[in-house]
T-cell receptor, first 107, second 113 residues
Framework: GIQVEQSPPDLILQEGANSTLRCNFS?????LQWFHQNPWGQLINLFY???GTKQNGRLSATTVATERYSLLYISSSQTTDSGVYFC?????????FGAGTRLFVKA | DAGVTQSPTHLIKTRGQQVTLRCSPK?????VSWYQQALGQGPQFIFQ???????QRGNFPDRFSGHQFPNYSSELNVNALLLGDSALYLC????????????FGQGTRLTVV
């Protein structure tokens, strides 16, 4: 089956810093999404991005499907950005999540 | 427009019991997927329902079963509960086709004692 690797596993930032989260996947996929999981467990949709580049405020994402990776950029980080970021890819009808990147932003 | 809703939000069960979790999809969505998320891990795919049939299944035993109703809502049933079944159970809905965006409910936190 498809393997999904996220890096780094943990990240500590000072408020205002920028960061890049990476997601590598092992096979071609028909869907890729980035989520932010809040402390109560809710998965919040950040990007639906099977290919190309998208931006939403301080966040942007790029997926290079031919090279099987996706990047999530967080600029000018805020304490409210803290939490776990997941990459999820879909091959066929099955969605595989990475193990996540745990981000903590210090004030 | 209501998003994906799950019930109950929390549940405590005893080993060996059976549990049923419920999910109502986002308006306009016809596909429901279920996930199990253990503490500190990413969600694991259990199965997906479409047109009232299980369309794909992950690596979960037959103790995990489901159902989808004509209104697209879904249930997840777990029989003979084990302590290891304690987890956050997430439901996601999506529209037609393989390449559509999925939206998640708030989850049901199941504790087996």
């Amino acid at each position: 089956g498809i393997q999904v690797e996220q890096s780094p596993p943990d990240l500590i930032l000072q408020e205002g810093a920028n960061s890049t989260l990476r997601c590598n996947f092992s096979d071609s996929v028909n869907n890729l999404q980035w989520f932010h999981q809040n402390p109560w467990g809710q998965l919040i949709n950040l990007f639906y991005i099977p290919s190309g580049t998208k931006q939403n405020g301080r966040l942007s994402a790029t997926t290079v499907a031919t090279e099987r990776y996706s990047l999530l950029y967080i600029s000018s980080s805020q304490t409210t950005d803290s939490g776990v970021y997941f990459c999820a890819v879909t091959g066929g009808f099955k969605t595989i999540f990475g193990a996540g990147t745990r981000l903590f932003v210090k004030a | 427009d209501a998003g994906v809703t799950q019930s109950p939000t929390h549940l405590i069960k005893t080993r060996g019991q059976q549990v049923t979790l419920r999910c109502s999809p986002k308006s306009g969505h016809d596909t429901v997927s279920w996930y199990q998320q253990a503490l500190g891990q990413g969600p694991q795919f259990i199965f997906q329902y479409y047109e009232e049939e299980e369309r794909q299944r992950g690596n979960f035993p037959d103790r995990f079963s489901g159902h989808q109703f004509p209104n697209y809502s879904s249930e997840l049933n777990v029989n003979a509960l084990l302590l290891g079944d304690s987890a956050l159970y997430l439901c996601a809905s999506s529209g037609l086709g393989r390449g559509t965006e999925a939206f998640f409910g708030q989850g049901t936190r199941l504790t087996v004692v």
